[in-house]
C-alpha cells in the first residue's frame, strides 16, 4: 500500500464528503479510491468512515486521524517545496478560504495573471458562504469587516475600501443624476438584506461636507441577500445600489457603471487575509498575499480616476 497515496486520498473523501467525488478530484477511479481506504483501515485496524447509501461521514477514529493527516501532508508539502526553492521555484499547494463575492470579484480576476508568474503553485480555494471560520485549516482566509475590525486572529489588512453608490449610465439617462442625498428618495434603490437583521436606512457622510451622517430612509425596489444579484440587476439599469469600491472597480473602469453622489460614502470596509500563525509562514502565501495587494490597490487606483472622470 501506499500510505502517502492512501493518506491524500482519505484527506480528500473527508473534504469531498464522498468516495465518488474524491476520485473525480483526484481522477482515481471509485474502485482505487475504495480499495485504499480499506488498506488504510485494515492497517490502522480502525474504520475511519461511517457509510451509507446517501452519505460518508467520518468515525470518531477518522476525526482525530483526519487531523494528524493534514498536518503531515502539510508536511510534505513544505518539503517538497523547499526542495524545489533550489531550483528557484516555487511550489506546493496553497489553500484558501474565502466568502463567495471575495471568490468572484476579488481573486478570480487575479487567478490568470497569478498563475502565469508562479506556475509551480497549486491553487486550492475553499467558497463558503457562512459557517465558523476555520483558519487553522488554511493557508489564508479572506474576510470582509468593518475597518475597526479587532480579534484575536492573525489578520493582514488588504486594502480598505468606501463603500460607493453605482448606478449604470442607462439609468441615470432615463432617471436623472442626483444632486444631494435627499435626492434617493425619489430613486429605485436596490438593497442588500443579511440574515436576520431589518433593514436600516442608508446613513451617507461625506468629509467635505459634514462629519455626521445624513440619514435617508429608501423604500427599495429590490431586496436580495446575494450581492451577484443586485450588481447584475445596477449593471443592467434596474436602479441604484451600495457596493464596495473594490467590488464595482472593474465595472467603473468599463463604464458599466458609474458613480452616484460622488463624493458622498455609505461605509467603509476593510479586505483582511487571516492566516493561522505568524511563524513559518510558507514563501508561497507571501507571494500570494504581496501579489493580492498589488492587484486590488492597483484596480481600486483605476476606479477612483474613472470616478473622477464621471
Not at 464522498?18 to 471509485?30: K, L, N, Y
Not at 475600501?161 to 442607462?170: E, F, G, M, T, W
Not at 440619514?215 to 441604484?240: F, K, M, S
Not at 458622498?264 to 509562514?281: C, D, E, H, Q, V
Request: overall charge negative.
Amino acid at each position: 500500500m501506499d500510505r502517502l497515496l492512501a493518506m491524500q486520498v482519505f484527506e480528500r473523501v473527508a473534504n469531498e464528503g464522498g468516495f465518488a467525488a474524491a476520485g473525480r478530484a483526484m481522477d482515481i477511479s471509485p474502485p482505487v479510491v475504495t480499495r485504499l481506504i480499506a488498506e488504510l483501515e485494515a492497517h490502522l485496524g480502525a474504520r475511519l468512515f461511517q457509510r451509507t447509501t446517501r452519505r460518508v461521514s467520518l468515525t470518531e477514529a477518522g476525526e482525530a486521524y483526519l487531523n494528524r493527516v493534514r498536518h503531515i501532508l502539510q508536511d510534505v508539502e513544505e518539503a517538497d517545496a523547499v526542495a524545489s526553492a533550489h531550483t528557484n521555484r516555487l511550489a506546493g499547494r496553497l489553500r484558501i478560504h474565502t466568502p463567495p463575492v471575495m471568490a468572484t470579484y476579488v481573486i478570480a480576476p487575479m487567478l490568470s495573471e497569478f498563475r502565469q508568474r508562479y506556475p509551480s503553485i497549486i491553487i486550492d480555494i475553499e467558497v463558503e458562504a457562512h459557517g465558523l471560520l476555520h483558519i487553522e485549516d488554511f493557508d489564508i482566509t479572506l474576510l470582509g469587516a468593518d475597518v475597526n475590525f479587532d480579534a484575536d486572529i492573525v489578520a493582514r489588512k488588504v486594502v480598505e475600501s468606501d463603500v460607493i453608490l453605482v448606478a449604470s449610465p442607462s439609468y441615470l439617462q432615463r432617471q436623472g443624476v442626483l444632486s444631494q442625498p435627499q435626492d434617493l428618495l425619489q430613486h429605485d434603490c436596490l438593497r442588500l438584506k443579511r440574515p436576520e437583521t431589518p433593514l436600516q436606512p442608508w446613513n451617507l457622510w461625506c468629509d467635505s461636507h459634514s462629519k455626521k451622517a445624513v440619514e435617508i430612509d429608501v423604500a427599495p425596489v429590490l431586496v436580495a441577500n446575494h450581492t451577484d444579484t443586485l450588481l447584475r440587476a445596477a449593471v443592467d439599469g434596474a436602479g441604484i445600489t451600495s457596493m464596495s469600491l473594490d467590488m464595482v472597480a472593474p465595472h467603473l473602469t468599463r463604464g458599466e457603471l458609474v458613480r452616484v453622489l460622488n463624493p458622498w460614502i455609505t461605509g467603509r470596509l476593510g479586505m483582511y487575509a487571516a492566516l493561522p500563525s505568524r511563524k513559518f509562514i510558507p514563501q508561497r502565501s507571501l507571494v500570494f498575499l504581496d501579489y493580492l495587494l498589488e492587484h486590488t490597490r492597483e484596480q481600486n487606483r483605476k476606479a477612483l480616476a474613472a470616478c473622477t472622470a464621471c
